[in-house]
């Protein structure tokens, strides 16, 4: 009976051991489950990172294939550009050469050009002379319809204005004939009255000394002739509008400044008209060392085209009223 007690004792312990043992697998076989789980959820992160990237490795690799693709095809035309290059350097050796020749030829043209154009300005100016340094051409206005009205009868006759006569009729059949460098009939437009004049703009350019300006009575028309209406230009608009154009032919040549003063004599005295207020200071004519004369003092617009020298003209000529009106002038 004893040895029955100690042997079920020994199966008891036994079987107890076993039963932790069974607990103790199970609890291993659950934590291994665990952890297989977890391997394979980081195995499927895994697997989709790797995919993923495959991915944009493969889609990398065609780009870089591409370019590479682009690169060989970029190489082999500038490859062959090259030797296009090297075929053509003798062509090109050539042209450079013969570019230099034309250069060459340019500047001895140039250097003729200079001095044909020297010549010409010598003989042209020698023209200008053999005319006369001082002409005086005579215009006549046709009477006014005042003039007119009043009984007034034309003693003008233009039958000899082509050769420079120009004869009063004195009373009768008598004349008394003046001579002048050209008259002008009151038929005469402006283009034939400039037509005289533009000839010394071209003297203007070529360094010497210019003075257009028109004289006579109140009434006669000299406001008429040099300035004119707006929709009819004359002597002065006309003469600065040649002035820019020869310039602007010759700019190539030559760089010139024009500046425009604007004065008036009024009781043998000068006044600038360009000048902000009247100036207390006499303005006086100055001859230079080198015979030009010049007026100390007075005010010169620089002007770059033709508006704006009308826009001078204008202002001297709005200044002009105002000063008349203020000192009740009536000619000037």
């Given at each position: 009976?004893?040895?029955?007690?100690?042997?079920?004792?020994?199966?008891?312990?036994?079987?107890?051991?076993?039963?932790?043992?069974?607990?103790?697998?199970?609890?291993?076989?659950?934590?291994?489950?665990?952890?297989?789980?977890?391997?394979?959820?980081?195995?499927?992160?895994?697997?989709?990172?790797?995919?993923?990237?495959?991915?944009?490795?493969?889609?990398?690799?065609?780009?870089?294939?591409?370019?590479?693709?682009?690169?060989?095809?970029?190489?082999?035309?500038?490859?062959?550009?090259?030797?296009?290059?090297?075929?053509?350097?003798?062509?090109?050796?050539?042209?450079?050469?013969?570019?230099?020749?034309?250069?060459?030829?340019c500047?001895?043209?140039?250097?003729?050009?200079?001095?044909?154009?020297?010549?010409?300005?010598?003989?042209?100016?020698?023209?200008?002379?053999?005319?006369?340094?001082?002409?005086?051409?005579?215009?006549?206005?046709?009477?006014?319809?005042?003039?007119?009205?009043?009984?007034y009868?034309d003693?003008?006759?233009?039958?000899?204005?082509?050769?420079?006569?120009?004869?009063?009729?004195?009373?009768?059949?008598?004349?008394?004939?003046?001579?002048?460098?050209?008259?002008?009939?009151?038929?005469?437009?402006?283009?034939?009255?400039?037509?005289?004049?533009?000839?010394?703009?071209?003297?203007?350019?070529?360094?010497?000394?210019?003075?257009?300006?028109?004289?006579?009575?109140t009434?006669t028309?000299?406001?008429?002739?040099?300035?004119?209406?707006?929709?009819?230009?004359r002597?002065?608009y006309?003469?600065?509008?040649?002035?820019?154009?020869?310039?602007?032919?010759r700019?190539?040549?030559?760089?010139?400044?024009?500046?425009?003063?604007?004065?008036?004599?009024?009781?043998?005295?000068?006044?600038?008209?360009?000048?902000?207020?009247?100036?207390?200071?006499?303005?006086?004519?100055?001859?230079?060392?080198?015979?030009?004369?010049h007026?100390?003092?007075?005010?010169?617009?620089?002007?770059?085209?033709?508006?704006?020298?009308?826009?001078?003209?204008?202002?001297?000529?709005?200044?002009?009223?105002?000063?008349?009106?203020?000192?009740?002038?009536?000619?000037?």
């Amino acid at each position: 009976m004893s040895e029955t007690c100690m042997s079920l004792t020994a199966a008891n312990e036994q079987l107890e051991q076993s039963r932790m043992d069974l607990d103790d697998m199970h609890f291993k076989a659950h934590s291994l489950d665990q952890t297989c789980r977890q391997q394979a959820s980081m195995l499927s992160t895994i697997s989709g990172q790797y995919e993923h990237e495959k991915k944009f490795r493969d889609a990398t690799i065609a780009k870089l294939e591409e370019k590479l693709k682009v690169m060989k095809e970029e190489q082999a035309q500038l490859s062959r550009e090259a030797h296009e290059c090297d075929d053509s350097i003798p062509e090109l050796t050539q042209m450079v050469s013969a570019v230099q020749g034309l250069v060459a030829q340019c500047e001895y043209l140039k250097v003729k050009c200079n001095e044909e154009l020297t010549e010409r300005k010598k003989l042209y100016n020698q023209v200008q002379e053999a005319k006369g340094n001082i002409r005086v051409f005579c215009r006549c206005r046709p009477l006014s319809k005042q003039e007119m009205s009043a009984g007034y009868k034309d003693v003008v006759d233009f039958k000899g204005a082509r050769d420079g006569d120009l004869a009063i009729l004195a009373g009768g059949s008598s004349k008394k004939i003046f001579k002048f460098d050209c008259v002008y009939t009151s038929n005469d437009d402006q283009v034939d009255v400039f037509a005289d004049a533009s000839p010394l703009v071209v003297s203007v350019l070529d360094g010497f000394n210019v003075c257009i300006f028109a004289y006579g009575q109140t009434g006669t028309g000299k406001t008429f002739t040099m300035e004119g209406p707006e929709c009819n230009r004359r002597v002065n608009y006309r003469t600065v509008e040649r002035l820019f154009e020869i310039a602007r032919k010759r700019s190539e040549m030559f760089s010139c400044d024009i500046c425009v003063s604007v004065l008036k004599v009024y009781n043998e005295q000068l006044r600038d008209l360009l000048a902000a207020s009247p100036s207390s200071k006499k303005l006086e004519i100055k001859q230079g060392s080198e015979g030009s004369h010049h007026i100390p003092g007075i005010v010169e617009a620089r002007v770059e085209r033709l508006s704006e020298v009308w826009n001078v003209l204008q202002a001297g000529s709005s200044t002009r009223a105002v000063r008349s009106n203020n000192v009740n002038e009536h000619s000037s």
